[in-house]
């Protein structure tokens, strides 16, 4: 079974920065893929960004230019540095993983960007 914890939401002032960490236990197939959404208050959960194990990456039109997804497949963890945050951006940020036996969600972290 996997498990996918997030870590490093909080809250931050517009212009800040976080750095959201992810890191997958159990016993699992190596990651194709692994990337980030979110889901603001009242609204649908969007995909944010993802990185494929060759290292290829891909963001919202949203987000991009000020985040950043990294991952260590060493250790099955992904990352996503956010930059010049906007009170846009306050969402509960969710960290996702799959291979070829399925797609995992991790329990979420709240980023909330607020003066």
């Known amino acids: 079974q996997v498990q996918l914890v997030e870590s490093g939401g909080g809250l931050v002032q517009p212009g800040g920065s976080l750095r959201l960490s992810c890191a997958a236990s159990?016993?699992?197939?190596?990651?194709?893929?692994m990337g980030w959404y979110r889901q603001a208050p009242g609204k649908q959960r969007e995909w944010v960004a993802s990185?494929?194990?060759?290292?290829?990456?891909n963001y919202a039109n949203s987000v991009k230019g000020r985040f950043t997804i990294s991952r260590d497949n060493a250790k099955n963890a992904v990352y996503l540095q956010m930059n010049s945050l906007k009170p846009e951006d306050t969402a509960v940020y969710y960290c996702?993983?799959?291979?070829?036996?399925?797609?995992?969600w991790g329990k979420g972290t709240l980023v909330t960007v607020s003066s």
């Open positions: 996702n993983a799959n291979n070829f036996q399925g797609a995992y």
């Open positions: 159990g016993s699992f197939s190596s990651f194709n893929g």
């Open positions: 990185m494929a194990d060759g290292g290829s990456t």
